[in-house]
T-cell receptor
Framework: GESVGLHLPTLSVQEGDNSIINCAYSNSASDYFIWYKQESGKGPQFIIDIRSNMDKRQGQRVTVLLNKTVKHLSLQIAATQPGDSAVYFCAENPPGATNKLIFGTGTLLAVQP | NAGVTQTPKFQVLKTGQSMTLQCAQDMNHEYMSWYRQDPGMGLRLIHYSVGAGITDQGEVPNGYNVSRSTTEDFPLRLLSAAPSQTSVYFC?????????????FGSGTQLSVL
């Protein structure tokens, strides 16, 4: 079946540095991608999304990059803060009209003071 | 705003017992769904509903039943719990079932089946 995977299960960064979390997806026809943040004991929280007709989208301190040629998605967090420590999931929506997301396995981001 | 509310937060069952995980949303969302989250794995879709009276299976539906009698509520039923159903369960909703609609998640129910 289709799957979304992450290259690094754990990422440790220093406070103030930039973080880059990577994700590979396998369904080349997926047309919508999302990054979620999950803090301990909580449900996933939407961070940023991007459609397949774009290759970059910026939010507040976050940027998502989409490379359809190699089926790669990345999340960049600028000036990482202790509050950014969490598990980050990428998710894709395969072709179709229903909001059925396929999630990756997650990357733990640990911010060191 | 309450958003998506799940109850209970924790539950321990014995093999063969039944129970219902409750999910309610107060955002008048048409689309609701249930995911399970296992260690080392991403969230996997169990069942979903595009509106009251309409439900469908996701990726891992076996062992679970759902119904959607109102827009607000989407309970998940385990008829005969098995240890393989030990997991964290998340309910999520969005305004509609369209691609690109932002999913809002509840805080989860941690279920252990002994």
């Amino acid at each position: 079946g289709e799957s979304v995977g992450l290259h690094l299960p754990t990422l440790s960064v220093q406070e103030g540095d930039n973080s880059i979390i990577n994700c590979a997806y396998s369904n080349s026809a997926s047309d919508y991608f999302i990054w979620y943040k999950q803090e301990s004991g909580k449900g996933p929280q939407f961070i940023i999304d991007i459609r397949s007709n774009m290759d970059k989208r910026q939010g507040q301190r976050v940027t998502v990059l989409l490379n359809k040629t190699v089926k790669h998605l990345s999340l960049q967090i600028a000036a990482t803060q202790p509050g950014d420590s969490a598990v980050y999931f990428c998710a894709e929506n395969p072709p179709g009209a229903t909001n059925k997301l396929i999630f990756g396995t997650g990357t733990l981001l640990a911010v060191q003071p | 705003n309450a958003g998506v509310t799940q109850t209970p937060k924790f539950q321990v069952l014995k093999t063969g017992q039944s129970m219902t995980l409750q999910c309610a949303q107060d955002m008048n969302h048409e689309y609701m769904s249930w995911y399970r989250q296992d260690p080392g794995m991403g969230l996997r879709l169990i069942h979903y509903s595009v509106g009251a009276g309409i439900t469908d299976q996701g990726e891992v539906p076996n062992g679970y039943n759902v119904s959607r009698s109102t827009t607000e509520d989407f309970p998940l039923r385990l008829l005969s719990a098995a240890p393989s159903q030990t997991s964290v369960y998340f309910c999520a909703s969005s305004y509609s079932a369209g691609v690109g609609e932002k999913l809002f998640f509840g805080s989860g129910t941690q279920l252990s089946v002994l």
